[in-house]
Structure formats: structure tokens, C-alpha cells
């Protein structure tokens, strides 16, 4: 895993066309992050990836 530092309004750019920036923090510690990737790239929270992926096992 590779861990990165970043500070609010910088980014990290994945596969040279899929940009992740942090755009704040909320006051319960969460943040705010931001994504822009092409139309055809998936983006999803990892709990609906993992139900995504759960249905799928379920229809084999």
C-alpha cells in the first residue's frame, strides 16, 4: 500500500487520468475529497463496492 500526506487543496494523480483531491475536513474528523476520473472509470465508496461484488457471488 502506498501511504501519501496531503494537504487540503493538493491532490494525487492515479494512472495519469484519474485525479483525488482533498477539499476539507469536517469538524467530526472525516474529509471531504474530491474525483474526477473519465466516464468510463468506476468510482465507488468501498461499502457499495463490497455489496456490488457480494451480489455478484450471489448470482453465480
Not at 492515479?14 to 472525516?30: C, H, P, W
Not at 474525483?35 to 451480489?55: C, G, S
Amino acid at each position: 500500500m502506498l501511504v501519501l500526506s496531503r494537504r487540503l487543496g493538493q491532490a494525487i494523480v492515479v494512472n495519469g487520468n484519474v485525479e483525488i483531491r482533498v477539499l476539507g475536513q469536517n469538524t467530526d474528523g472525516s474529509i471531504r475529497i474530491g474525483i474526477i476520473a473519465p466516464p468510463n472509470v468506476t468510482v465507488h465508496r468501498e461499502e457499495v463496492q463490497m455489496r456490488i461484488n457480494a451480489e455478484k457471488a450471489e448470482n453465480k
